[in-house]
């Protein structure tokens, strides 16, 4: 198991930049897959980005593609959601989540550990 803890979230004007922080806790976090998912008010938890345990694979949600770029820092246990070109619809509370295993995952249900949140507001 792994403590996960988000940061970086705030408020952006339309096609601002926001970099988001995963920090995650054991020695063993640099072995787990990675995911960013987002819940925007009165909808479903989303999938946004997912990252392998080595970063070498990674996968997007098509409303994020060549906006948001994920990647990990294994030796300081931290994941990264550098979001760009951000729009109206990106508001929402993110959530980093992480999964024991190899491979990469992109549903919710297949993820073990989860952060509390960070909330992204982007105001026209």
């Known amino acids: 198991q792994v403590h996960l803890v988000e940061s970086g979230g705030g408020l952006v004007q339309v096609g601002g930049s926001l970099r988001l922080s995963c920090a995650g806790s054991?020695?063993?976090?640099?072995?787990?897959?990675m995911g960013w998912f987002r819940q925007a008010p009165g909808k479903e938890r989303e999938f946004v980005a997912a990252?392998?345990?080595?970063?070498?694979?990674?996968a997007y949600a098509d409303s994020v593609k060549g906006r948001f770029t994920i990647s990990r820092d294994s030796a300081k246990n931290t994941v990264f959601l550098q979001m760009n070109n951000l729009k109206p619809e990106d508001t929402a509370v993110y959530y980093c989540?992480?999964?024991?295993?190899?491979?990469?995952?992109?549903?919710?249900?297949?993820?073990?550990?989860w952060g509390q949140g960070t909330q992204v507001t982007v105001s026209s």
């Open positions: 054991g020695r063993t976090f640099g072995t787990y897959a």
């Open positions: 990252i392998s345990w080595n970063g070498g694979t990674t």
């Open positions: 989540a992480a999964r024991a295993y190899s491979g990469i995952y992109t549903k919710e249900e297949l993820y073990y550990d």
